[in-house]
């Protein structure tokens, strides 16, 4: 039995799966599919990377998982739920489900490290003396606490993903998507931001990342899904980049 | 409590929103003001003709007669009749006896009334005045009184009426005119601030879609905003107004008394106490919904263009 044969998470592969592409095509114009017939299931407590080359369908996937835009064809399920049946209005209320990281981190220039973390809660209306007690303890799992009166511009970029994830985190999402988290980053940097991302895996986040680098997916030994043409062509546990090229 | 707390973020954010691009809420706000102040005189206008209509109307009467040896009786019946009918004023019963004394002290001088004596040549006729509250209703009343047995005659203006009711409907057509352009115009700005404040926080909103913000929260600050350049553009005209309706009218009364002896003016109180309520329903009103509709078009392409 190998040594990191995790019971529970195999056990909890019985259940239904956290996500579910059913026969997922995604035209953006006639003709040119981003993805074509994906079929796809990602379990509770799995950390999975996306790679492939530019334009094999990566942020499509993540895109679909936000309910930013429809499939042309097939399903898009998050814990059983088809995404294509949640009115607008429900849609606000998924998204506070998962937790998502971009390569450009998208923070608030004109807030600090504190207030950009605050504020990912403020907008879903949580009470003040939570936000107090939640923030701080989010911005010392990153590592960040020092700064949290700092503005983005006066931190680094690995600095500013960290900040990213906090945001992402506090809400205790049961997903945590990350679009290239490392891109931004040089190798010291990228190597933080993904050991941050195994911890918050480790504590039962499922973890997708999409990503270009290989040295880490090689690295980490995890779920490796293969895109080439808006197609999966390898998805291996504990795979590695290198699928990518065949 | 949450709610108020988030009613107050929005707030807070459509005022900074509103200083952030305070050149476009002052363009978009000095528009309302021309809007509201041009619509506050045609108003104050049509309102003061419509005061000096109506005073004008009471005096504007339909004479009935009555065909001869139709008793005083039947004419007080017919009389008690029409006075039952909301767009009548009053009714009054003037005798053979008043008539033929009208008759004399307008008409005749004293020595051709005396050789008259006793004799009424106008024994027959009685008749009834009838004012009314509207005057363009004339010609419906015309036509009942008309319905009556043994009313011989009806004598009435229709050239008043007409006229009356012709400067009202020109004036109302005009000034509906002149106010759809400016509001279209005010409508324009207002879209215009609230887009640019829309596409300086693109980045903000975009966030707050995908963590999962409430369409509510997204654009409660941009409704707030056109509540607030709309609530800008109505202070000043309305106070302007309120000042120069005073002075106007006291320089129309001191200098011109002549001419505007017929012109009846309402007073400052009556009139901005109708005026002001209005100017707010519509300021208010063109920045929460033309702010409300550019909010949500430009807030959806920034989700879809993500």
Known sequence: MSADFDINRELSKIETPVITFEHVSKEYQKGIAALENINLRIYKGEFVFIVGSSGSGKSTMIRLLLKEILPSKGKVFVVGRDLGRLRRFQVSKYRRSIG??????????????????????????????QIKRQVPKLLSLVGLMEKRKAYPEELSGGQQQRVALARALVNNPMILLADEPTGNLDPKNSWEIMSLLEDINKRGTTVVVVTHNQEIVDRMQKRVITLKDGRIISDEEKGRYQYAKN | MRKIRTLLYCFGQGIRSAWRNRMYTLASAGTIMACLFLLGVFYFVIANFNYTVESAETLVGITVFFEEGTTEERILEVKNEI????????????????????????????????????????????????????????????????????????????????????????????????????????????????????????????????????????????????????????????????????????????????????????????????????????????????SFITAKRQIRKIELQH
């Not at chain 2, 019963?93 to 004399?104: D, L, T, V």
């Not at chain 2, 203006?157 to 005119?177: M, N, R």
């Not at chain 2, 001419?259 to 109180?269: C, I, M, P």
């Open chain 2, 83 to 290: 006075s039952f009918r909301t767009d009548v004023a009053d009714v009054v019963y003037i005798s053979a006896g008043e008539a033929w004394e009208k008759y004399k002290k307008d008409s005749l001088n004293e020595e051709l009334a005396a050789t008259f004596g006793t004799d009424n040549p106008l024994a027959d006729s009685a008749s009834l005045e009838i004012h009314l509250k509207d005057v363009t209703k004339q010609d419906a009343l015309v036509r009942y009184v008309e319905s009556f047995q043994n009313v011989r005659k009806v004598n009435h203006s229709e050239s008043i009426a007409e006229s009356f009711a012709g400067i009202k409907t020109l004036l109302g057509i005009v000034s509906l005119g002149l106010i759809a352009v400016l509001v279209a115009v005010a409508v324009f700005l207002i879209r215009t601030t609230i887009s640019t404040g829309i596409s300086v926080r693109r980045e903000e909103i975009s966030i707050m879609s995908i963590i999962g913000a409430t369409d509510f929260f997204i654009r409660a600050p941009f409704v707030v905003e056109g509540m607030l350049i709309g609530f800008l553009g109505s202070v000043l005209p309305v106070g302007l107004l309120y000042f120069l309706y005073g002075e106007v009218i006291r320089t129309l009364r001191e200098q011109f008394e002549s001419v505007f002896t017929a012109l009846q003016f309402l007073s400052r109180e009556e009139i901005m106490g109708r005026f002001v309520p209005m100017a707010l329903v519509f300021s208010l009103g063109i920045g929460i919904i033309a």
């Open chain 1, 100 to 129: 998502v990281v971009f390569q450009d981190f998208r923070l608030l220039k004109d807030r600090n490290v504190y207030e950009n973390v605050a504020f990912a809660q403020r907008i879903v209306e949580v009470p003040e003396r």
